[in-house]
């Protein structure tokens, strides 16, 4: 159905208008001859009754062969008693079948029309019950069937629109903004866009509908609107609130000179205030999508703005609230929310939008090693899986996994599931996708080396299906459907640089980085130009730092936050300490890092001097506390789990709940915004060489001898 859609908003004619005041769908739908149906199809955020706002700009559909076939299903008739054209229903569309849906906890009868794609009357016209009664659980309906027929194919009228190349940082919301359109018609215009994602090339061609004032005709054109003079009102005031001069008032208005002056009640034309869109961009303002039902105060709750704020830049909102109306909100203002490609994310409850029909289908691909291990000898196995990373790495995402899947089947999922040991090989990995089909399968997990994860990806993307990395892993794959759970260095750098520029004040700033981590120091100077440097001393195996040189670069004046970027847990150990040493009643001394590489968990360091430092570093992880998660495991397996197993879960539960949604991960993923369970949070953002990354993490610090999430 979508893409029969797609096909005729590509070979359907199409015009624009500009809505004038007082104008409605019928009036405009008689205008071009075509129906109010034709109309409502290619302005979806129109709906069926609705008052037209003036200036809103609609896409209207010119196709002979369509309005001379609508024309027949809708006649019109004279109605004696108002003497005004009235047009007749059209005739409804025939359901080709039917299927039925059992109505779940907090659904309506909008949430149920959008997915399946009709409307509420046409659930009401085959349950009749509804008319009369609400929703309820448990109530058992049916949902209409309809056949799309894909018309003939045309051609766009191109005089009607106007080519707009893409700017850089801009995005659709802000080019709809600027053209005032919305999303819907921005993609029946420009059909090649993709409408799994938001993405937007520089650069990037677009058709759009010519602006209002684009023309000459349409430059002369001024708006006004009527305004009442309140008491007291003087035309000083008028001039500040309006920008119009005391001669421009009574040109407009000659009744102000006849009366006198200014009167209350009086009423007088008003020019419009012209909003200067050209200005608006996504270094600005983020941009936000007014939903079904809400209200004005459950909108400036949620936005962490007042209603006037709102109301001085978005001129629009003075004549009410409507569902579909994208807002503009500056972009400070929206520190606190889920912003994602300048968008403003509503965070979805994935626990209350599962579908129990959805049943995913997983494949787990990880290194068990069965090649190396005698499962019937406990001993030798333990041993052997203890002195493998990729047996611990494996065994622990794995058995998180099935606390998950546990999980996931008492909400009522279904899961197809199937586990492969692909033995660290790039040669099996190849044999496995040899003897299994991909087709159908919703996800695959893993593998962890990097060439087989490559070869993964290559086959999978065949079928498009998406790739979880459950680790870190490179990320010089170019393909669109490899997932990158595991957050990046650099970004975890960006993360705790940006987390430091929004703390600093004062403070003095020292940078100690030994030659392996250059590409930090250089981040910490670009963010910081003021910080003073530490030179190191590097040998072939020792490394030192001169002390007398460190301890003047102490302020005692300014609180010191040093950045100590290494791998090497020896120059941990040794800065450390003389850190704390120095970290005195009368000069104070805090330790970041961009990286907290395993040099900071060697057991020569001493968790003391990090706590007295409030030792603070960016992290994919936080600590698992005593959970339902750790619950169901020790009942599982009789231990408690590691963070390998914590991540397991994470991965997996979050990527069942999203799969449950939607079956299509690409599709849920740009629709979600962050995501938390245990100890890992997720929120991928499509990069533009490779795949999904994720851009999640947390500010952590150790402090009074307990780990903390500061940030």
């Keep these: 159905m979508l893409l029969l859609f797609n096909f005729s908003a590509i070979a359907q004619k199409f015009t624009t208008h500009a809505v004038k005041k007082g ?22 955020e129109i709906k069926q009754g609705q008052q037209l706002e003036k200036n809103t700009i609609l896409v209207i559909p010119l196709d002979a062969s369509k309005v001379n076939k609508d024309a027949q299903t809708a006649p019109v008739s004279v109605s004696s008693t108002t003497n005004k ?16 849906h059992k109505v ?85 215009l420009n059909p090649t866009l993709s409408k799994l994602d938001n993405y937007l090339a520089e650069g990037q061609s677009l058709r759009l509908p010519k602006k209002l004032g684009s023309s000459i005709k349409q430059q002369e054109v001024q708006l006004y609107t009527s305004y009442t003079v309140p008491p007291k009102m003087t035309f000083y005031s008028l001039n500040k609130e309006f920008g119009i001069t005391e001669e421009q008032l009574i040109a407009l208005n000659p009744e102000i000179k006849e009366r006198g002056g200014l009167k209350e009640g009086m009423v007088i034309r008003i020019p419009e205030q012209k909003n200067n ?33 709102l109301l001085a830049i978005n001129p629009d909102l003075k004549n009410g609230l409507k569902a579909g109306m994208v807002l503009k909100l500056p972009r400070e203002q929206a520190r606190d929310l889920d912003v994602k490609n300048a968008l403003i994310i509503d965070k979805i409850n994935l626990l209350d939008s599962i579908k129990t029909y959805n049943k995913p289908k997983l494949v787990f691909l990880l290194p068990f090693r069965l090649d190396k291990v005698d499962v019937n000898n406990k001993k030798t196995a333990g041993k052997l899986i203890s002195n493998r990373k990729d047996m611990e790495l494996s065994l622990g995402l794995y058995t998180g996994a099935l606390v998950a899947l546990d999980s996931i089947a008492e909400l009522g999922i279904s899961v197809d599931v199937k586990t492969f040991d692909n033995q660290l090989s ?145 120059l941990v150990s040794s800065v450390s300490s003389i850190l704390n040493s120095n970290n005195t009643k009368d000069i104070k001394v805090r330790m970041f890092t961009t990286n907290k590489s395993k040099a900071f968990e060697s057991d020569v360091i001493s968790n003391s001097h990090l706590s007295n430092l409030n030792f603070t570093y960016p992290s994919v992880y936080k600590e698992v506390n005593n959970n339902s998660f750790v619950k169901r495991y020790k009942n599982k ?10 991540r397991g879960f994470d991965i997996t539960y979050d990527l069942l709940l999203k799969l449950a949604y939607d079956t299509n991960l690409t599709k849920v993923s740009n629709l979600i915004g962050e995501t938390e369970y245990t100890g890992n949070k997720f929120s991928y953002t499509r990069d533009a060489i490779s795949g999904y990354q994720n851009k999640a993490s947390y500010i952590m610090s150790l402090s009074n001898m307990k780990i903390k999430q500061v940030d």
Excluded: C
Aim: proline fraction near 3%; charged fraction near 30%.
């Design 426 to 570: 790039l040669d099996k990995t190849k044999e496995v996708l040899a003897n299994e089909s991909l087709q159908g399968v919703n996800a695959i997990v893993g593998p962890l080396d990097v060439k087989s994860l490559k070869e993964v990806a290559v086959r999978a993307n065949t079928y498009n299906v998406p790739v979880v990395a459950p680790i870190t892993a490179s990320s010089d794959i170019s393909l669109n459907n490899v997932f990158y759970s595991y957050i990046s260095e650099s970004s975890l750098r960006e993360r705790m640089l940006n987390y430091v520029e929004g703390e600093v004040t004062d403070q003095n700033i020292i940078v100690i980085a030994d030659t392996k981590n250059l590409d930090a120091k250089t981040s910490i100077l670009n963010k910081f130009p003021t910080a003073k440097v530490v030179a190191l001393k590097e040998e072939k195996k020792n490394i030192s730092i001169n002390l007398d040189k460190l301890a003047a670069l102490l302020s005692k004046t300014a609180e010191n936050w040093v950045f100590l970027e290494t791998d090497n847990f020896q």
């Design 85 to 100: 054209i009235v047009e007749k229903e059209e005739e409804q569309e025939k359901p080709i079948g039917f299927t039925t």
């Design 277 to 309: 869109t050209e200005e608006v961009n996504t270094e600005n303002f983020v941009f936000y999508e007014v939903k079904p039902k809400q209200t004005e105060f459950s909108l400036t709750r949620k936005l962490g703005i007042s209603y006037s704020e």
């Design 23 to 44: 104008e409605t769908i019928e009036s405009i739908a008689k205008q071009y001859k075509v129906t109010p149906y034709n109309i409502l199809t290619f302005n979806k």
């Design 637 to 646: 397996f009789g231990n408690a789990p590691d963070k390998y197993a914590a």
């Design 104 to 188: 779940r906890k907090r659904e309506t009868l909008y949430s149920i029309s959008k997915r399946y794609h009709i409307t509420e009357g046409d659930i009401k016209r085959y349950n009749k019950e509804l008319y009369a009664t609400q929703l309820k659980k448990g109530m058992k309906i049916k949902i209409p069937k309809y056949m799309r027929v894909k018309p003939e194919e045309s051609r766009i009228n191109e005089a009607d629109f106007e080519t707009y190349i893409v700017k850089a940082k801009e995005t659709r919301w802000s080019i709809v903004h600027k053209y005032g359109i919305t999303i819907d018609s921005l993609l029946v």
